[in-house]
């Protein structure tokens, strides 16, 4: 095989894994803020969760208030009876008692439907912390998993960088030249096997004279349509 033509395939199986390896580097943040936005949809979650726990608190508190002051209401109602003078004084009495007891039993019923749904809400809390403690667990080992995975990609990027700093000079300059150009141009593929008497990287058949001339590996061969380098490999 041409030399020359054998340093670029090697020179382009080193950019390829270049180009993989800093695309696998540069999403590794993104992975990280991924496992930590979940961490934190569930904080909010629990957060929300204990908001509306609160509340029903509050609610509770505020019904068991007016329960005592519909008990001291009716206290006073009870007192009156014993001062009225006339029997309709003493049946408005008795009214107002049977109304205030009607409200004491609405809202005696109303605070047990609170208090179940506070229990409902304080399990809701239970499991939603017990989650979120697994997903803090999940996203610190995560985090301590991309984390090696960007310093184990850190030293394999480093050393074929080197390599790549090594071989670069073996290649004619003007050849060289030619290659970043199309390795750019060409979403980093610039040398490419001919596969079933076409280019593989444009899918251009090559001609016959072309193919053969690919297939002797003998000199550097470019594809017309793409100007990619094109070489043989055995299927």
Not at 81 to 97: D, G, Q
Not at 103 to 118: F, G, N, R, Y
Request: charged share 40%; proline share 3%; aromatic share 4%.
């Amino acid at each position: 095989m041409d030399k020359q033509l054998e340093l670029l395939i090697e020179l382009q199986g080193l950019d390829t894994e270049i180009s993989q390896l800093v695309k696998e580097k540069e999403a590794i943040p993104k992975e990280i803020r991924a496992l930590e936005q979940r961490f934190s949809e569930e904080e909010s979650r629990l957060e929300a969760i204990k908001r509306d726990l609160e509340d029903l608190q509050k609610r509770r508190r505020s019904q068991e208030r007016e329960l005592e002051h519909q008990g001291l209401e009716m206290k006073k109602r009870q007192g009156r009876l014993l001062e009225v003078k006339t029997n309709k004084e003493y049946s408005a009495i008795l009214h107002e008692i049977e109304g205030l007891k009607e409200k004491q039993s609405a809202l005696e019923d109303e605070i047990l439907e609170v208090l179940e749904e506070i229990d409902r809400q304080a399990g809701q809390v239970k499991r939603q912390s017990e989650r979120l403690a697994q997903e803090k667990a999940q996203c610190e080992q995560g985090r301590k998993e991309w984390e090696g995975k960007s310093t184990e990609t850190e030293a394999r990027l480093s050393a074929l960088l080197k390599e790549r700093a090594n071989r670069a000079p073996g290649i004619d300059p003007a050849l060289m030249q030619t290659y970043m150009r199309v390795f750019e141009n060409r979403q980093g593929l610039a040398v490419v096997p001919v596969r079933e008497r076409s280019c593989s990287g444009c899918f251009v058949t090559l001609t016959p004279q072309v193919f053969q001339e690919a297939k002797k590996n003998d000199r550097i061969i470019t594809c017309s349509n793409c100007n990619r380098f094109v070489y043989w490999k055995e299927p």
